[in-house]
């Protein structure tokens, strides 16, 4: 993993992976907010999208392509810091688990722990950056925030936070997001790791293992289904995440179990999976480059992979 001070090399190919995310996947991340928000609210008469590409439409033919990364500021900022952490902290806390145990391929009582240990870490990081991209989505097209309470800015949204619910009002939603960074990524790594494995091993001796595009088309596969499998086990949490830090009223329910169960109520099975066609349509490319940028940023800095 490279001498001296070299881990901080795991943590630059991180925020390069965080970089190649956001501007992937933002414009669907846009979509999956809104119907998050839109179609679980219970104001009644208000717009319900009748699936992600209605809702993407709507954002195009009134705002333009700038509708779709709306929030995008905050987003690369906290996923760029916040890839950089949990690819060098799953890294180190994976080399340190392994020991002296031999590479004879993945361990899930390696794998797992790593990955939700970077998970918790990471949603300190995560939750008020999304809370900003969140409420920052929210508005614009169709929007149910009165103009009197929108805000100008990341900037402005995070101060305006601050001053009307106070420090904790950042972290709103931190349950929420703690449940799904640790679960889903352990998930993502999970998945990732076994079939990469399984794809080197079958091409063990070949001519094609050590190409640049093979190697890139490798981390396209097992990036993109690693994302699929993540955010199929996970979007409950998330849109639960999304109704807690979207709303307005301070008294609003913030455990994740009792939001999730009232939006069951209103609005069935369905409802809890609200934004699954954007977010399955964003988790293959946005992952596939997150995986490809990490894996090509540390054959660049000289890192080499077990």
Not at 41 to 46: L, R, S
Not at 88 to 103: E, H, N, T, V
């Amino acid at each position: 993993m490279g001498e001296g001070f070299g881990f901080y090399k795991e943590y630059i190919s991180g925020m390069n992976a965080g970089l190649a995310t956001v501007a992937v996947g933002h414009p669907f991340d846009t979509v999956k907010v809104k119907l998050q928000k839109h179609n679980t609210d219970v104001v009644e008469g208000t717009l319900r999208y009748k699936n992600g590409l209605h809702c993407a439409s709507r954002i195009l033919q009134t705002e333009g392509v700038k509708g779709l990364y709306r929030g995008a500021t905050s987003s690369f900022l906290g996923m760029a810091f916040e890839s950089s952490l949990i690819f060098g902290i799953y890294s180190q806390a994976k080399l340190f688990l392994r020991g002296s145990l031999p590479d004879d391929g993945p361990r899930p009582e390696i794998i797992v722990p790593s990955a939700m240990f970077g998970g918790a870490i990471i949603s300190f990081v995560l939750c008020p950056t999304e809370l900003v991209k969140c409420r920052m989505q929210i508005q614009g097209t169709d929007s149910l925030v009165p103009n009197f309470r929108r805000y100008n800015s990341p900037l402005d949204c995070a101060v305006q936070t601050i001053k009307n619910e106070g420090v904790t009002g950042i972290f709103r939603g931190g349950t929420a997001t703690l449940l799904r960074e640790c679960a889903g990524n352990a998930v993502f790594f999970t998945v990732y790791e076994y079939l990469r494995y399984h794809i080197h091993s079958r091409l063990e001796g070949s001519k094609l293992k050590d190409g640049y595009l093979v190697d890139m088309g490798i981390g396209v596969l097992t990036g993109g289904l690693g994302g699929i499998a993540c955010w199929s086990a996970i979007l409950p949490f998330d849109v639960a995440k999304t109704i807690i830090q979207t709303s307005p009223d301070k008294a609003t329910e913030t455990n994740p179990l009792k939001v999730l169960r009232s939006i069951h109520k209103r609005a069935g099975v369905k409802g809890c999976y609200a934004g699954l066609g954007p977010t399955i349509v964003r988790a293959f490319p946005a992952n596939a480059a997150a995986i490809v940028a990490w894996e090509l940023s540390m054959k660049v800095l000289g890192i080499k992979r077990d």
